[in-house]
């Protein structure tokens, strides 16, 4: 028969198992959003953020950036770098670093936020947001980490 303080150990072990899902959740879900908006261009829909126009499919073949014709946010990868996720015991945040860039032509200042939301207005798309399938993931991973 366990006593009382095995059980509570055991417990306590187990317990200190699930402070690693948030990590493990953000990690996934960062990696999952990073191809699905940076490299393949879908929006949270599952539609094509857009397509370049045959200027910028030019300008992008001459810098040797090519990879289709449709948007895939990497232009400079500023954003794309920015994109990552916070994990604490019991939440996981998602989204970019705070920060900011000044486009060398005009001299103008943007913060991350703000260039995020331009880029939905632009597009008139929701990019950012999860898809049904990066939601499955969530509950997948708390599932298999459960069990």
Request: aromatic residues 6%; proline residues 1%.
């Amino acid at each position: 028969m366990a006593t009382l303080k095995a059980v509570s150990e055991e417990i306590l072990r187990d317990l200190s198992k699930i402070d690693g899902l948030p990590r493990a959740i953000g990690a996934a879900l960062q990696s999952e959003t990073l191809d699905r908006i940076f490299t393949d261009g879908v929006a949270s829909d599952g539609s094509q953020i857009g397509e370049y126009s045959i200027y910028t499919i030019a300008l992008k073949k001459e810098d040797g950036r090519f990879t289709s014709d449709n948007v895939n946010l990497r232009n400079t990868d500023t954003l794309a770098n920015s994109w990552t996720f916070q994990a604490n015991k019991n939440s996981v945040e998602l989204g970019f670093l705070s920060g900011s860039r000044t486009d060398k032509k005009t001299g103008l200042t943007a913060t991350n936020t703000q260039v995020i939301k331009n880029i939905e207005d632009r597009y008139g798309k929701d990019i950012f947001q999860l898809t049904s399938g990066e939601i499955n993931l969530v509950e997948d991973l708390t599932k298999d980490f459960i069990n």
